[in-house]
């Protein structure tokens, strides 16, 4: 065999403590396994707090304040007002399930890594086995070079193996950014009210039909219709309005119509008629059942004043700022052989 079983072993530890460090960095799970070399936790930055229970306490508070007004706030007095917000036991029971929901994928992600790395190693160790079988090698310090060499190989492997996660990790934190941030916004709100999210001039087709009218103006909805929405295994053309992301990067931010009210946008109007630029209506499928059941409950449209935020509406807090120096940190730690070159050293002289 190329490696030894204590090598392959840990190979195994070294995907649940990278794996650890992202969730005690996101979600403030106990670490689990030996931290790897060089791994970055800084949790200090946020206190007792994780980082994506700071996009909830955040969202809290733009409930409280509406998103263009927390968006114009310093680090500091967002800190400030987190601070200050009453955390009620069903805002910790909300975070506890939003927390499973991330240490669930990260899990998932965590298998599948370690799956690659198995399958990784029998290669490596086919590749060896007739390495062995073809080269008559003359002395042993030959052979233990072309060991080393072997092992390298997997070593590269392994390490192109991790580089692939760091995309999937991205999307799920990027997109659980969103999720956790909108659930401290209803969390501020009561099943009556309605709601509606502006998206990006430049959002995707699917959230132009869900979140703007033909005429410009944003669809409302009533929360009691959209709390339980999940667009999680739906086909896009079935998707639909949810507190939290539509889509993977989905960044549409939600509002309240008690804080402000948005009427018809002679720009998202024509970004809507660009997202669907090339479908016809008839070619598009009918509404399902609990789309005309949402779209009955939809409160009447109404001109009112115009959104006064941005033109491409961003994320409205600094967090996403922070978020990609956090996991770059996070990330770190399984971006290089080196994490791997400690866990297979021994191996290599054998």
Sequence with gaps: MLLDEEAEERLDVTVEAAMAVMAATFIARALRGRVPPGAAVSLNQFGERSFLEKSFFAGKVAGELGPDALRNMSESD??????????????????????????????????????????????????????????????????????????????????????????????????????????????????D???????????EKQCMRLHVGSDGTPIRYRLRDVQGNSNVGRKPNNWVFTIGPVHPHCFCILHRETQKKAGADKKRKEARAEAFKGFAPSSRK???????????????????????????????????ELFQDELQKSLRSIRNTKLFDAGLSKSRHL
């Excluded at 007739?130 to 070593?155: C, E, K, M, N, Y």
């Design 78 to 191: 967002l800190d400030e007002f987190i601070n200050n917000l009453e955390v009620t036991p069903s805002d910790a029971v909300k975070i506890e399930q939003l927390k499973t929901d991330t240490q669930r994928w990260l899990q998932g992600r965590a298998d599948a890594w370690k799956q690659r790395n198995r399958e990784l190693v029998v290669v490596a160790d086919r590749k060896w086995t007739g390495t062995l079988q073809a080269v008559p090698f003359q002395t042993s310090a030959a052979r233990q070079v072309a060991r080393a060499s072997a092992i390298d190989g997997l070593v590269r492997g392994l390490a192109g193996a991790a580089e692939s996660v760091n995309p999937d990790m991205e999307r799920l934190f990027q997109t659980d950014i969103n999720q956790y941030f909108q659930q401290g916004q209803a969390a501020t709100m009561n099943i």
């Design 193 to 203: 009210e309605v709601v509606f999210k502006i998206p990006r001039l430049s959002a």
């Design 286 to 320: 009918k509404a399902t059942g609990q789309q005309r059941t949402q779209q009955k409950k939809q409160p009447p449209l109404t001109k009112s004043l115009e959104h006064e935020s941005c033109e491409d509406d961003e994320f409205p807090i600094h967090l996403k």
